[in-house]
């Protein structure tokens, strides 16, 4: 009996082990970030228009220890249809013309890609830059969520590091719905949304074609 329990352990042990492996990167697994510079703060603003509702915040603070990245979501006048709605940090910055599309994909400076789904109890193996992945999609037309991350950097001039990237909220079929860019520093709160240059337009509600400029997937 208790050589049959040690078997079935090293049994589950391996096969837990196979499956992580499964989820990690060409580069291994996301290291956490512990040296955040203090006072660090990046935001980036979703504006409204005329085709496009959505508009919010996303501030990144750096954690007092430097252990991680606090983010701070707020979106509002989401679509009714189409959720549950995910955010994603991704690799480029979104282009003059606002095109989600020019963000590329995800941020994942470890190669992991997309093929297998993040799993949130092992978020060392998800793409860095797979934040609702780590920490959970979104649902409803107005939106508050706060987190820790622990692998997203503000580190300037390392992989993870995404102060000069861009943040893409995406439909439940990863069509892309609105984006913006990260900057350096606090946005003014009392600022007319409708002043910020970075969001993306889009058809609402959830289309069943690309739309003009955020149509692209993932």
Known sequence: MYTHILTTITLLTALHGASSQMMTGKLGNAMAITNNPPGAIYTATINSD?????????????????KGVMFNLTLMNLPMMGGPFSYHLH??????????????????PYQRGQATTCD???????????????????????VMKSFVD?????????????????????????????????????????MSMSMMPTSTSMPMPMPTKPGRMCGKKD
């Not at 690799?91 to 994942?108: E, I, K, R, Y």
């Not at 978020?123 to 037309?141: A, N, R, W």
């Open 50 to 66: 005329s085709m496009n509702p959505v508009k919010g915040k996303v501030i990144a603070m750096s954690n007092p220890n430097g």
């Open 91 to 108: 690799d480029q910055p979104v282009a003059s013309n606002g095109d989600c599309g020019s963000t590329l994909a995800h941020l994942d």
């Open 120 to 142: 949130m109890t092992v978020p060392e193996t998800c793409e860095v830059g797979d934040l609702s992945g780590k920490h959970g999609k979104v649902e409803g037309m107005e």
């Open 150 to 190: 622990q692998y997203a950097a503000l580190v300037p001039g390392i992989g993870a590091f995404f102060g000069n990237r861009s943040i893409v909220i995406h439909f439940a079929n990863s069509t892309r719905l609105a984006c913006a860019n990260f900057t350096t520093g606090m946005a003014d709160m009392g």
